[in-house]
């Protein structure tokens, strides 16, 4: 394995795997912060130069994080396909990018290998392409999932429906959520961002989704987005519960900071099957996004991009409906301004769909972070462009409980309507009948959440 | 007739009279002001089936609903409205707490090693310890051994510290204080974050740390605190220790309402002695 070479008359000598995964990342202020980004631009280049010449079996034999020390990497390494692996160890990064992005590489080529690929691996390459690369790349590749819904069909655009409330006040979740679904946001999930995190609450928000989903025949799923063992708690104590929510992260560190590992998600995953109130077999929902292993302190000197796509190789173990990426959510500290955000949200997708997972992304960010409206409806564009699953639909795009902007369900029904997108096939046939929607566009009905009086 | 039109022929008299050309009198500023912006709510549903029920909506949630659309786009008003909002959030992380504050909170006013608001935005790690000055400080005139440390830390919004701990605070102390319980003399430090009440804990030695922070703001509040309690932090504790209550503002959990349950949550989590999501569990 080479781990130096010259570029115009400089020598660049890199220690490990891990360093020139992080040097070859395109710029971020969370990598800068954890002193792992490259120092100049051509230090940069030079990672990315002999990173592109590295074996994946360079890449597999060096984890960043050992196999004895970190449960993330155990997943990931014990659910490789040994024989596809070792069909392409022999390959290139470079080789990798090539044989991705080849017309002749078919979508089912690209899902059979990403059998054989570590998320480290699938890192690699994200490092080596740049933002057409990598909307092309995730064009080939889409992954469907099945809760009540389908998600994820060609032509097809699903949007989560997030009425939350500041103090969680049923009727003020309730309006929200009318005003939802009256634009066509609500097909991937009804899901509520809880204030009050205690399982008396958690369950009544699940009772009152529920009630108004059976009450008006809503083909979806509702979810309420509390710690996993308060979730769990309030369905074994009979709550209706379609959908099974966690945080996750790239490093067993980081997720034990969210109070999680794998035995937990096996006993939910376990549960939900058992008592969930949907037909699954697709019963979680995981959130994840770029820089919170390093805000956490859990990065153990790995860059946000790689620890991102671990987290991706970590979820697919539990066969999730949707896994959401909210890089952007954080802060300026991991993801400075909105250039870094719209990169990270493409790197995401591509990474996320190579994973093997069903992928949808939130654009977002923050007031304290050099980022605005134009550049979140930029990256909402373009990963919508590239083959985004879904994404959130928020009233007004301001969420009024956790403080940050994410897309709008105005934006949710413009995405449809510019790329010629349609709802999920049953909750297209729910807004037809209730007058919402006709042939793939939104009526004068629509936007009016007094129709459900 | 109208102001407007007076106006408009007194000038229109002025310019006759003194033969000056009229773009130099519309500079003339007029009686009237110009445009106010008016930050009401109203109902944008273009012909909605029922108006009321959308002006009810609207009344008991702050999300952005009932606005209608053009197309599938916000119609100019709210597009605005949002325009606004968002400045205004950006401007209030960049304010410091006022000195009046500050004097008027009498308490002692500590600092992290975060040496400037970039440095505090964009490292971590610098909001997260106290100076050295300042561990000096606490070593020296902290009582230590109390059940209860209360922190006060701006956060990422001034003005929601400004505006809700007043309130807050007193009704946090009187709850502990009938309960018999317990205080440190509450701190105030300048650009720190959450974390920071494990540094202070090891050096109070207190069993419970509450820290009241500036959320960082919102587009509907760029005014909310929320309080973390941690039950006996070390070097080894995480996210989910702490138990967190948010949006504690005047549209959302009122700041004395908030001070009351704090209390009641505090003897409770002192009894069990754990608190994040195993308090959560033993409520079973």
Known sequence: ?453 | MDIEQIVREVVEQIRKKKNVPQEIILDVPLLEEGLVYSREKVVGVKEPTDSATIAEAQKITPARIGIGRAGTRMRTKSYLDFQLDHAAAQDAVKKEVSEQFLEKLAIPILKTKAQSLSEYLMNLDSGRVLCDESVHWLQQHSEKGKQVQIIISDGLSTTGIEENVPNLLSALEQGLKMKNISMEKPIFIKRSRVWVQDHVASIVNCDLVISLIGERPGLATSKSVSAYLIYKPTKDSVEADRTVISNIHKGGVQPLEAGAYLSDMIADILIKKVSGVKYTQTKE
């Open chain 1, 1 to 453: 394995m080479k781990l130096s070479g010259r570029i115009k008359d400089q020598h660049f000598q890199f220690s490990s795997v891990t360093e020139l995964l992080a040097k070859a990342s395109e710029e971020k202020s969370g990598d800068r912060m954890s002193k792992v980004a490259a120092e100049s631009s051509l230090e940069r280049v030079a990672a990315k130069w002999i990173l592109s010449e590295l074996t994946l079996k360079d890449i597999y034999e060096n984890p960043v994080i050992p196999y004895e020390k970190d449960e993330v990497t155990r997943v990931i390494y014990d659910q490789i396909n040994n024989h596809i692996y070792n069909e392409i160890a022999h390959w290139t990064v470079s080789y990798l990018r090539e044989y991705i992005l080849d017309h002749s590489t078919t979508s089912s080529a690209l899902k059979r290998i990403s059998r054989g690929l570590t998320s480290e691996m699938i890192a690699a390459v994200a490092k080596l392409m740049s933002s057409i690369d990598l909307v092309m790349a995730s064009q080939k590749i889409r992954y469907q999932a099945h809760c009540n819904t389908t998600i994820g069909e060609p032509g097809r655009l699903a949007f989560r429906c997030q009425p939350n409330h500041p103090t969680d006040k049923s009727e003020g979740i309730l309006a929200s959520l009318k005003e939802g679904l009256s634009y066509g946001s609500g097909d991937a999930v009804i899901g509520i961002n809880p204030n009050n995190d205690s399982v008396e609450s958690v369950s009544r928000l699940l009772t009152i989704s529920h009630e108004f989903i059976q009450k008006w025949g809503i083909p979806t799923q509702n979810c309420v987005l509390a710690h996993i063992t308060t979730q769990l708690q309030a369905l074994k104590k009979g709550a209706p519960m379609a959908l099974m929510f966690q945080s996750l992260a790239g490093t067993e560190k980081a997720n034990r900071d969210f109070g999680v590992n794998k035995e937990l998600l096996d006993e939910a995953s376990y549960y939900m099957m058992k008592m969930g109130t949907s037909s699954g077999p697709n019963v979680m929902y995981f959130e994840t996004g770029q820089g919170s292993e390093v805000s956490l302190d859990a990065d153990h000197g790995v860059d946000m991009q790689t620890l991102e796509s671990r987290t991706y190789g970590y979820a697919r173990h539990w066969n999730p409906f949707m896994v959401n990426n909210v890089s952007g959510f954080i802060g300026p500290e991991t993801l400075f301004d909105g250039r870094q955000m719209i990169r990270a949200d493409l790197e995401d997708l591509f990474m996320g769909k190579l994973n093997g997972l069903p992928m949808g992304i939130a654009p977002t960010y923050t007031n304290h972070m050099e980022s605005d409206q134009n550049d979140q409806e930029i990256a909402g564009m373009l990963t919508a462009l590239a083959g985004a699953n879904f994404y959130m639909g928020v009233p007004g795009g301001d969420d009024v409980m956790l403080s940050y902007q994410d897309t709008s369900f105005h934006d949710d029904a413009s995405l449809r309507e510019m790329l010629g997108f349609r709802p999920l096939r049953e909750f297209e046939i729910w807004l037809e009948t209730m007058g919402i929607m006709e042939n793939g566009r939104l009526t004068p009905k629509a936007g009016d959440l007094s129709i459900f009086n």
